[in-house]
């Protein structure tokens, strides 16, 4: 009768559904000499998880952190970006036409100038009407969490 319950419970094992406590009976059988021979090609594998469980890790870790050195290449990397864009923005003042953005008369500087500040105005009015939005929203909290 023995042997059959062991059956059935390796049975379980290898489907994942043992206890904890059905586990420790497998253990107890393949661990004493009173292996059926059928069962004796098993033996090894359950000797060998227990003696994995007595192996104690002996090795010590280090305690401090290994540095990072990404940070020091970060900021050759900033470095060299803003080197190469220097490089680039004087590369193309020097082709651009030297007359440009230059006005014969003051009225049409004067007239370009309106246009380019209309621009931006109406650029900063609609900036400042999606805070309008986000103020009503920081009043509403507030009267909600008071």
Do not use: C
């Amino acid at each position: 009768m023995e042997l059959r319950r062991i059956e059935i419970l390796l049975e379980k094992y290898f489907e994942g559904n043992t206890s904890i406590t059905e586990e420790k009976e497998i253990k107890a059988y393949f661990s004493s000499d009173l292996v059926a021979p059928e069962l004796e090609h098993l033996k090894p594998m359950f000797v060998n998880f227990q003696n994995q469980k007595e192996i104690q890790f002996t090795k010590s870790l280090p305690l401090q952190p290994r540095k990072r050195n990404y940070v020091k290449w970060i900021g050759v990397a900033a470095s060299l970006v803003a080197l190469f864009g220097t490089l680039l923005y004087f590369n193309y003042n020097q082709n651009s036409d030297p007359a440009l953005g230059t006005f014969s008369s003051p009225e049409e500087a004067l007239v370009e100038t309106q246009k380019a500040l209309e621009m931006v105005s109406s650029e900063m009015n609609k900036g400042v009407e999606s805070m309008a939005v986000l103020n009503e929203f920081e009043q509403t909290k507030k009267s909600i969490f008071k």
